[in-house]
């Protein structure tokens, strides 16, 4: 017992002042920043202002979403006034990473918040020219893995299968941003991965990303996954997609026949920020899941954009709403140029910290730092296990109380 306190008190002396999530009058967490009827207005308001004249057949059609994409600062500043930032990071032609956005991306963002999330997530700022030294170009040594042009071989069961450079929207943190929106086209690789898989019985699981997998047509899916699932030992196939929030007029009738051929497909889902669920996102996510694909989310922890309790604790109860499961939180990879966007590690545990307890455990993902060099993911979490002796470990739990668990003794083999 004089143990125990012992414990709680070092545990309580070394403890920085918590950061404490934020509750509504009902002991509940506030509603999301902008409701998704907030956000249909914006569209309604941006619609109105920016193409009157375009129906709702052709707002919806996403060859209209992707010839329409913004691509230029001139483009751009006819729908919202640039910053001295951003207009400086697009004269350093030279440093400048790809650059597009979606109309319908665009029509989310606040014209007159200079702060607005999704804004610092797809425009860039000069910020994002500046490399420093612990920074690279390819942090997760993808190139290192990559055999074949198209795969990334890491763990012994399941490959990164890279579909295309291409993405509708280029996020200004992209973990590719060394590749994406190059024109090579990955296609030409894709008989060679396919070859790999077939000749590693292994492998049993296919992540199918890029780029933006669900930018290449829905004929040219079905062909992937067809060959993907008709390899026997291949049990398991996902993919990694931020479309159902860039251009969720992707998601058509003629695509969810196409998926719905295929089981057991998973897919992963980049959600940013709670303002990316529009109506029409929702209703893309829900014709997903009602196509029997299984829906997680990945989220990169962003500052001044997402790293917030009430920001997170929204977004993964928006997601939970219309069945995606939030599966990991990652911290930033050190991508050139991303040092504006890094959090601290301590900030991110902190921010776990206010989710696990507090929230359905479904609302709770993995934070994980895809590490440095090649390493794989590791997952973090905050100090849950405070101590240990001969007889017991010590826990804090969600509170900060601390709980004793008997441990059983090693019992020495023969
Ligand atoms: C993230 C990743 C995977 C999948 O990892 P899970 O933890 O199984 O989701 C596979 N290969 C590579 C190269 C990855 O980066």
């Known amino acids: 017992m004089a143990q125990h306190q012992a414990m709680e008190r070092a545990v309580v002396d070394d403890a920085e002042p918590p950061l404490l999530p934020v509750m509504d009058a009902n002991g509940r967490p506030g509603c999301p920043p902008n409701p998704p009827s907030a956000l249909d207005g914006r569209i309604e308001t941006f619609r109105r202002t920016h193409y009157p004249d375009t129906s709702d057949a052709v707002w919806e059609n996403w060859h209209f979403q992707l010839s329409h994409r913004i691509t230029t600062a001139e483009e751009l500043s006819r729908f919202l006034t640039l910053s001295e930032a951003e207009s400086a990071a697009f004269e ?27 804004r610092k997530s797809v425009v860039p700022t000069i910020a994002e020219t500046i490399r420093s030294a612990d920074e690279s170009d390819d942090p997760l040594g993808e190139g290192e893995d990559s055999l074949l042009r198209c795969l990334v071989h890491r763990y012994p069961d399941r490959v990164l299968f890279l579909t295309t450079n291409f993405c509708s929207t280029y996020c200004r943190y992209c973990t590719r941003s060394r590749m994406v929106g190059h024109s090579e086209a990955l296609s030409f690789h894709w008989q060679k991965g396919l070859d790999y898989i077939a000749s590693h019985p292994e492998i049993r699981d296919v992540v199918v990303s890029g780029g933006d997998p669900l930018t290449l047509s829905d004929e040219v899916l079905d062909s992937l996954l067809a060959s993907l699932f008709a390899i026997s030992h291949v049990e398991m196939v996902r993919i990694g997609t931020k479309v159902p929030m860039v251009m969720p007029q992707r998601i058509t009738e003629g695509l969810l026949q196409v998926l719905r051929r295929y089981k057991p497909l998973y897919m992963s889902v980049h959600a940013t920020h709670p303002d990316e669920l529009s109506s029409r996102s929702v209703k893309a ?58 959090t601290t590690v301590d900030k991110g545990k902190a921010l776990m910290a206010t989710l696990r307890g507090f929230t359905s455990g479904y609302a709770v993902p993995q934070y994980v730092i895809d ?40 019992v020495a083999s023969c």
């Open 92 to 118: 350093r032609a030279d440093a400048l990473l790809s650059f597009a956005i979606t109309p319908h991306y665009l029509s989310l963002i606040d014209p007159n918040d200079r702060d607005n999330a999704l």
């Open 285 to 342: 996510l829900n014709d997903l899941a009602d196509s029997g694909v299984v829906l997680g989310s990945q989220t990169v922890l962003l500052k001044g954009i997402n790293d917030s309790p009430e920001t997170l604790r929204s977004l993964f109860h928006s997601l939970l709403k219309v069945r995606v499961k939030p599966y990991y939180l990652y911290q930033c990879d050190p991508i050139s140029g991303s040092e504006h966007f890094r």
């Open 371 to 410: 590490t440095p060099g090649g390493g794989g993911k590791v997952p973090i979490l905050p100090a849950y296990e405070v101590g240990q002796d001969d007889h017991a470990l010590y826990l804090r739990n969600w509170e900060g109380n601390i709980y004793r668990y008997p441990t059983l003794r090693e």
